[in-house]
DNA sequence: TTGACTGTACTAGTTTACCTAGTACAATTG
DNA sequence: CAATTGTACTAGGTAAACTAGTACAGTCAA
């Protein structure tokens, strides 16, 4: 089973995608602290790019805080702590909710169904206090 | 007052900010049907950037079916009216929803916030059936 | 200790998207 | 008719993304 499919022609960057493809495995409960993430060798190769891409994509993770790496012994989930806090947070939340409904309404989305869609999300992402 | 900001060195394109903005304009109520959009050139000089970076802008929501372009005339806002229907657009807003809680997920947002956020924002855009 | 595996760090080059610059043309408007 | 509009070209610059190859240093198990 692949651990994650990537679009090499499509708009995102590829080391993009990973990121956000294992910060949502995370999210929704697939990926715990701890768990191990393929070598970079091993996911290049399963991808069929090149190393680099995937050692990006890790940096950029650990940089985030999402995970941390140990030379020799490979990359690992971090225990979930909100770097960002606050105001910030908020705002970057609000803005993307935003962006999701200004093309929600030229999409000819109602307002029931973008309630819904919501909701279940709510449900699969794992949104709970954890303090 | 102006149109609009744009951000030349940030991650996402300018022509790509410009539409976003007109759409979120026009789903917050502050662009109407038939209203007209500042022409290609007065844009370029106002916003300091090439005449062809908004011509591109306005050629995708043209073909978006956001608005229409007539020569000679201008830009006008289109009657809005759903371009992509049903199962289609479901997905579309259920992946922006998720990329948004996957996100919010790391940021420490607790599911009060997000519901909050949602909420707020279901109020300014008019995502309301006018059939 | 050895050897395989890990992340990391370079350099170099290609490709592509975005943007700028300039010119020109066709359609609309008053 | 004259001014304004969107549109269509060509050309070139810049930066990001990706590939390719090599090398190095820390980890772990045999």
């Known amino acids: 089973m692949a651990f994650l499919r990537v679009d090499p022609s499509g708009g995102e960057p590829v080391f993009q ?3 956000d493809h294992v910060k949502r495995e ?3 409960g697939r ?3 701890e ?3 393929p070598s970079v060798r091993d996911l290049a190769k399963e991808l069929v790019i090149n190393p680099n891409t995937i050692a ?3 940096q950029v993770l650990e940089a985030e805080g999402v995970t941390y790496s140990r030379r020799g012994a490979g990359t690992f989930i971090a225990a979930t702590k909100p770097v960002v806090k606050g105001e910030e947070r908020r ?3 609000r ?3 935003e962006a999701a409904l200004a093309d929600a309404f030229h999409l000819g989305l109602s307002e029931e169904e973008a309630r819904k869609a919501f909701d279940a999300a709510m449900k ?3 949104l709970v206090e954890e303090r």
């Open 26 to 28: 995370i999210a929704t």
């Open 95 to 97: 803005e993307a909710i």
């Open 124 to 126: 699969r992402f794992r």
């Open 31 to 33: 990926l715990h602290p």
């Open 35 to 37: 768990d191990r993430l």
């Open 17 to 19: 995608q990973i990121v």
């Open 91 to 93: 705002r970057r939340f």
């Open 56 to 58: 990006r994509a890790y």
